[in-house]
């Protein structure tokens, strides 16, 4: 018997192929937003809170809104900003009315900047485990993302260049 290119046998197996690139690439995308890389550091005890972080593109015509946040892993979720006060001291301050993510643009949370903020942890995280957290576009929807929680020494990179 033969096998043509089209047989639904050899479209499985490339669709098999383009999801394990998905999983490897650590993305997300859904209604024109991409999530990228979400991830979060390990914590040593469970009331200290997590932050998580990852790259939001909006790939769609117009702006979208993350407006919220949730997990089973933490009782609140919360969608952070650090600014620098006028004495030079970093502070958090929670993003109310969502988080906007103009047309073509990329919001990146990261160390410094914004962030989310998992707090009242069932556990602490570990290096190497994953857990589902669903973000909820104004326009994209609903998007469950995984979370990596990696070891990263952030702090000693950012200085090394000093
Ligand atoms: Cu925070």
Known sequence: ???????????????????????????????GILVEHPW?????AKTVPAAVYFNVVNKGEGPDRLLS??????????VHKTMIDDKNIARMRP???GLTIP??????MET???HVMLIGLDAPLK???????????EKAG?????????DREAAKVDHSNH
Do not use: C, W
């Open 142 to 150: 609903e998007i469950d993302v995984e979370i990596v929680v990696e």
């Open 112 to 114: 410094g900047s914004y």
């Open 103 to 108: 047309a073509g643009a990329t919001v990146s």
């Open 127 to 137: 290096a190497e485990e994953r857990f589902p957290v669903t973000l909820t576009f």
């Open 40 to 44: 979060a550091r390990p914590t040593h």
């Open 69 to 78: 946040v949730t997990t089973t892993r933490a009782k609140n979720v919360e």
């Open 1 to 31: 018997m033969r096998l043509r290119f089209f047989d639904p046998r050899f479209i499985a197996t490339i669709l098999l192929t383009l999801s394990s690139a998905t999983a490897l690439a650590h993305e997300f995308t859904q209604g």
């Open 95 to 97: 993003v109310v009315d």
